[in-house]
């Protein structure tokens, strides 16, 4: 009688298991593999046929290329590789744009590109400028208040999303290196921007001073998905990039740890998040671009041991099946909030975006290290 029973609780447990992964998209790592290569391949064959939509050395394409990469080492594609070199750093020479945006973080965000195809091939002249750029941040004061005038970003990171564009490119330098200046660096300037704009009792970021003050519908502080998804991910691949015994790294563990509480209370019942976190009745569509960076950001978490797999794992698995339901047959990534700063409340089924792939290859190539989910 207990043997028969055991083998019930066991097939009852693997029905159970297979109507989970179902119902949350991908129940194995070749899946997985599988839906990457899908969205990767859709993005660089719309590049080569339609062209870039943006400028090689943009923001916008910079975190595509972060995910690239990672999908091109975990897949051992060379192929994406091979474009991103050709296509990318020696179509740019290899250079950080020369004029007035040189020090506004999205414009140097191509320095992680460059870097991690430096730690493949060591050629240096494929981080000469993003160096000789790495040497003048050094030499700047850094002094100037983060308020939102005065062209502030060209100088400062003084909007939540430069958390993703500039401390990895440093921290990635710094390994590169060995100079380990650059990595203080990106330190001190990392939490610089979060005296400023973390707000201690939301556990959010603000985009930047603008929002200080404003409210929602619904009175509400005003926090954009996308900037708070951006710090998260900025923050996993800084952490990625820095030595264990870095003085300042439980610092960045206990924020990690914050902001992963406060953003697993925000995601929707279809696995997304919102694009204003705190309003969601006012911004009722499904976004990805948001999604994709905290799907990235808990798996990480999960897989590094600073956050619990039995009590997040069941959001990183929504979050995923939310993108992945987001995939045209032909393998876009749709649901994407276009271009902006804030919050928008319409997002459509065919609206796409390059940083979104960047973020959802980024998520998928941690998914593929994390364990079931726990029983």
């Known amino acids: ?80 590789i091979d474009f991103l070199r050709k296509e990318v750093g020696e179509k740019l020479n290899w250079q950080i744009t020369k004029d007035s945006l040189r020090y506004f973080a999205d414009f140097y965000c191509v320095g992680q590109l460059y870097t991690e195809l430096y730690l493949l091939d060591k050629q240096p002249r494929t981080i000469k400028d993003f160096r000789q750029l790495a040497d003048t941040l050094l030499a700047r004061p850094h002094t100037e208040s983060l308020e939102w005038i005065n062209k502030i970003n060209r100088r400062e990171w003084a909007w939540c999303d430069a958390l993703f564009m500039g401390p990895p490119a440093l921290a990635l330098l710094a390994k590169a290196t060995g100079n380990t200046q650059y990595l203080d660096l990106s330190n001190k300037l990392w939490w610089k921007t979060t005296a400023y704009l973390y707000d201690k009792e939301e556990h959010l970021f603000y985009r930047d001073s603008r929002f ?76 990805t671009s948001g999604t994709a960076f905290y799907c990235y950001a808990l798996a990480w978490g999960i897989n590094h041991k600073i956050l619990d797999a039995k009590t997040y794992l069941p959001v990183v698995w929504k979050a995923w099946h939310a993108l992945t339901t987001s995939i045209t047959a032909t393998g876009m990534l749709g649901n994407v909030q276009p271009i902006g700063n804030k919050a928008k409340a319409e997002i459509k089924a065919d609206d796409t975006e390059v940083y979104a792939i960047g973020g959802f290859l980024l998520a998928g190539t941690e998914l593929m290290n994390t364990s079931p989910i726990p029983r």
Not at 12 to 17: D, E, F, I, K, T
Not at 31 to 46: C, F, G, L, N, P
Not at 58 to 72: I, K, R
């Open 212 to 287: 200080f003050d404003r409210k929602e519908a619904n009175g509400k502080k005003v926090f954009w998905a996308r900037g708070n998804g951006w710090v998260m991910g900025g923050m996993a691949r800084l952490l990625d990039n820095m030595p264990a015994n870095y003085p300042d790294r439980p610092k960045y563990i206990q924020l990690f740890k914050e902001m992963a509480g406060k953003i697993k209370t925000l995601q929707q019942a279809d696995g997304s998040w919102r694009t204003s976190l705190l309003d969601p009745e006012s911004y009722p569509s499904k976004e």
């Open 1 to 80: 009688m207990m043997k028969t029973k055991g083998i019930f609780l066991l097939i009852l447990n693997l029905v159970l298991s297979f109507g989970f992964y179902k119902c949350y998209g991908q129940s194995s790592r070749p899946a997985i593999m599988e839906t990457m290569k899908k969205v990767a391949r859709w993005q660089v064959d719309s590049i080569k046929q339609h062209g870039w939509r943006h400028a090689e050395d943009d923001w916008t394409n910079g975190t595509l290329y972060t995910g690239l990469m990672a999908y091109a080492q975990a897949s051992g594609n060379r192929s994406y």
